[in-house]
């Protein structure tokens, strides 16, 4: 049988937050606004160096601000990004006779830069870093060329470079061209 307890026990519960713990800090920002902010939801012996932290940073207010104020150059810098690696992309792909891809026009260019990256990834991870030879690759990358459905790329664009030969070994009819593998 199993003992009986009783209702009133001699064990007391730990309180999380004891009277004697700060819990409530004001911090003034590096974009000198002055905030109170509660940290009772940090251990007890991190809240001081949180509140340090938080000093070195602009209000949640003036961060927000600052960041949509600067939506212009952000765009900027990512179309003189993606159009970077647009032509590096192109410059791969002439450099290694690989088919153009088929699909949306809209999606062109992003499933190019996608093969570029999976496949010079995979390169890396294979061959440079990896056990593979330059016979391996030569294999692999026939069957790279056969795969041209846009939509294929760009949703292997978060695979891992030494995944790439299961996964074109998994591509379907759907996702390979009518253009002659044999050039």
Known sequence: MKPQTSPTSNVTPIKRNSPGVRKTWTVVHSCGDEVKHDLSHRPADRRAGFARWLQGRACTDCW??????????????????????????????????M???????????????SRHQLVTTAYSALVSEGTWDEADWAVLEDKIRTVTRVGWW??????????????????????TGTENPFR
């Open 64 to 97: 927000k601000a600052d960041r949509d104020s600067d939506t212009q150059s952000k765009e900027a810098w990512l179309a003189a990004k993606r159009a970077e690696e647009q032509q590096a992309a192109s410059e791969w792909a002439e450099q290694f006779d």
């Open 99 to 113: 088919p153009p891809l088929e699909g949306p026009e809209r999606a062109l260019d992003w499933g190019e830069r």
């Open 154 to 175: 760009i949703d292997q664009r978060d695979a891992g470079g030494c995944d790439l030969p299961e996964l074109l070994d998994a591509a379907t009819s759907d996702d």
